[in-house]
Nanobody, 121 residues
Framework: QVQLVESGGGLVQPGGSLRLSCAAS????????MGWYRQAPGKQRELVAT???????RYADSVKERFTISRDNAKNTVYLQMNSLKPEDTAVYYC???????????????WGQGTQVTVSS
């Protein structure tokens, strides 16, 4: 079994910054992609950013040049640095990883429990 523990959410004023962390543990042999998604009230879950094991990144257009995704492979942890936050960034943020439990095993997707980010004055 794989557990993902997220932290770093909270209430911030527009223009402020937050840093989210997501640490993975459990039956992990290797992790391929890691990412962050978000879901605002009444909306579908959407991709925010992803990062491969080698460090290649992809961002939603709405967060480019404001958010930065990074990872620490030794700690099985992914981060999301969010700057210049806007009210429309308000959502529950979920981390997601693609990992396998053994060498040459199949990869499976796992999700964190979500952390609330609220941008409001």
């Amino acid at each position: 079994q794989v557990q993902l523990v997220e932290s770093g959410g909270g209430l911030v004023q527009p223009g402020g910054s937050l840093r989210l962390s997501c640490a993975a543990s459990g039956s992990i042999y290797s992790i391929n992609a890691m990412g962050w998604y978000r879901q605002a009230p009444g909306k579908q879950r959407e991709l925010v950013a992803t990062i491969t094991y080698g460090g290649n990144t992809r961002y939603a257009d709405s967060v480019k040049e404001r958010f930065t995704i990074s990872r620490d492979n030794a700690k099985n942890t992914v981060y999301l640095q969010m700057n210049s936050l806007k009210p429309e960034d308000t959502a529950v943020y979920y981390c997601q990883i693609e990992s396998r439990a053994r060498h040459l095993g199949s990869y499976f997707n796992y999700w964190g429990q979500g952390t609330q980010v609220t941008v409001s004055s």
